[in-house]
């Protein structure tokens, strides 16, 4: 089908605009990348593009006859944000609301349609622009003026919209009854999947805040040992006046180290609250103190793991409840480990406990 004159002279104001969108659509890029980072936003992709010239053709042959001019044309320059979760559309969009100008007359919440097979077109579709108060070029003031399309959705929308697309959505075949009802059958599970993905992740972060709660708090005895709970209670820094008093006895600078191998050593010596391992500190602080003494003296150490406090802990309790060269062995090896070197450094701390009757 040819072009008729209003469509060759809308596509002829579109070829020499081809620098305006070009800018306009890396200063949009850069505004949203820099809001994402700025709130701390992870997302599964931001897309963008400006409309190709074969596609804006076939547009303008099929309704070229609904633009005045080319400025109706809102979908030139576009951008798809797409999100992890389905909830997070709604946190981007209030981003977006305050970024940038929307035309609220033709943008639309494709997420409020009911028909299953549109699952993947779910989308939030804003047209904007941009405000003079984000970006101003007195030489190009139709950076202000071009309406520009941003859609928002999740990750399984996305998904769903790219497969249906490449099997049969826009396609000159028909898609048999029988197939397009399995299809619609996908997307509902799909539409399920995405909001109980939400739900899910929004019922963990409500648990780890009452665990932080919890554990700021100090009943520590109601609450279970995990991996969230540990770096809670890390976070209170338990072991830092210990880590520091043993520092202190050859005024050792204090290197940071991970505690988190710990979770599992704890565990494994019968922890099962974090009431039990503030217990098993508690008891054994003196005990880790005065074996520092003994490992520290005379060697003129000028630097200390942060770690130190809990393993002497753990070496004390491990050494204290029987387990004696064994039990040592297994720490160390749960640590570093299995290697030769941790015979040695157990029967090493054997001689150095022995000194101060801790076995």
Request: aromatic residues 8%; charged residues 25%; negative net charge.
């Given at each position: 089908?040819?072009?008729?004159?209003?469509?060759?002279?809308?596509?002829?104001?579109?070829?020499t605009?081809?620098?305006i969108?070009?800018?306009?659509?890396?200063?949009?890029?850069?505004?949203?990348?820099q809001?994402?980072?700025?709130?701390?936003?992870?997302?599964?992709?931001?897309?963008?593009?400006?409309?190709?010239?074969?596609?804006?053709?076939?547009?303008?042959?099929?309704?070229?006859?609904?633009?005045?001019?080319?400025?109706?044309?809102?979908?030139?320059?576009?951008?798809?944000?797409?999100?992890?979760?389905?909830?997070?559309?709604?946190?981007i969009?209030?981003?977006?609301?305050?970024?940038?100008?929307?035309?609220?007359?033709?943008?639309?919440?494709?997420?409020?349609?009911?028909?299953?097979?549109?699952?993947?077109?779910?989308?939030?579709?804003?047209i904007?622009?941009?405000p003079?108060t984000?970006y101003?070029?007195?030489d190009?003031?139709?950076?202000n003026?071009?309406?520009?399309?941003?859609q928002?959705?999740?990750?399984?929308?996305?998904m769903?919209?790219?497969?249906?697309?490449d099997?049969?959505?826009?396609?000159?075949?028909?898609?048999?009854?029988?197939?397009?009802?399995?299809?619609?059958?996908?997307?509902?599970?799909?539409e399920?999947?995405?909001?109980?993905?939400?739900?899910?992740?929004?019922?963990?972060?409500?648990?780890?805040?009452?665990?932080?709660s919890?554990?700021?708090?100090?009943?520590?005895?109601d609450?279970?040992?995990?991996?969230d709970?540990?770096?809670?209670?890390?976070e209170?820094?338990?072991?830092?006046?210990l880590?520091e008093?043993?520092?202190?006895?050859?005024?050792?600078?204090?290197?940071?180290?991970s505690?988190?191998?710990?979770y599992?050593v704890?565990?494994?010596?019968g922890?099962?609250?974090?009431?039990?391992v503030?217990?098993?500190?508690?008891?054994?602080?003196?005990?880790?103190?005065?074996?520092a003494?003994?490992?520290?003296?005379?060697?003129?150490?000028d630097?200390?793991?942060?770690?130190v406090?809990?393993?002497?802990?753990?070496?004390?309790?491990?050494l204290?409840?029987?387990?004696g060269?064994?039990?040592?062995?297994?720490?160390?090896a749960?640590?570093?480990?299995e290697?030769?070197?941790?015979?040695?450094?157990?029967?090493?701390?054997?001689?150095q406990?022995?000194?101060?009757?801790?076995?």
């Amino acid at each position: 089908m040819k072009l008729d004159l209003h469509s060759e002279m809308i596509l002829e104001v579109y070829r020499t605009s081809l620098p305006i969108y070009e800018k306009l659509l890396s200063i949009v890029l850069e505004r949203m990348r820099q809001c994402l980072n700025d709130n701390h936003l992870h997302i599964a992709g931001l897309e963008s593009r400006i409309k190709a010239e074969d596609s804006l053709t076939n547009k303008l042959e099929l309704k070229g006859y609904k633009y005045k001019t080319i400025s109706d044309i809102t979908d030139i320059v576009g951008l798809r944000v797409v999100t992890f979760f389905s909830d997070e559309v709604d946190v981007i969009s209030a981003l977006v609301e305050k970024m940038f100008e929307i035309d609220w007359d033709n943008s639309v919440d494709k997420r409020k349609m009911l028909e299953i097979d549109r699952f993947g077109y779910m989308s939030l579709h804003y047209i904007c622009r941009v405000p003079e108060t984000m970006y101003h070029d007195p030489d190009m003031p139709q950076l202000n003026q071009i309406r520009f399309e941003l859609q928002m959705r999740s990750m399984l929308q996305h998904m769903w919209a790219n497969m249906y697309h490449d099997m049969g959505y826009k396609s000159d075949v028909e898609i048999p009854k029988e197939y397009q009802r399995n299809m619609n059958r996908l997307a509902g599970m799909l539409e399920l999947a995405d909001e109980q993905f939400s739900r899910i992740r929004k019922e963990i972060n409500n648990y780890r805040r009452n665990v932080q709660s919890l554990v700021a708090s100090g009943d520590f005895d109601d609450v279970p040992l995990n991996g969230d709970t540990f770096r809670s209670y890390l976070e209170l820094q338990p072991f830092k006046r210990l880590t520091e008093k043993i520092a202190g006895i050859n005024q050792a600078e204090i290197y940071e180290d991970s505690l988190d191998p710990y979770y599992q050593v704890l565990l494994r010596m019968g922890m099962r609250t974090i009431g039990d391992v503030e217990r098993l500190r508690k008891k054994y602080t003196d005990g880790a103190y005065q074996l520092a003494l003994i490992q520290l003296a005379g060697t003129g150490l000028d630097i200390v793991a942060s770690s130190v406090a809990l393993q002497n802990i753990c070496i004390v309790a491990i050494l204290k409840q029987g387990f004696g060269e064994g039990g040592l062995i297994r720490l160390f090896a749960a640590l570093y480990g299995e290697n030769d070197y941790n015979i040695q450094r157990a029967q090493r701390l054997i001689e150095q406990a022995k000194k101060i009757n801790l076995v």
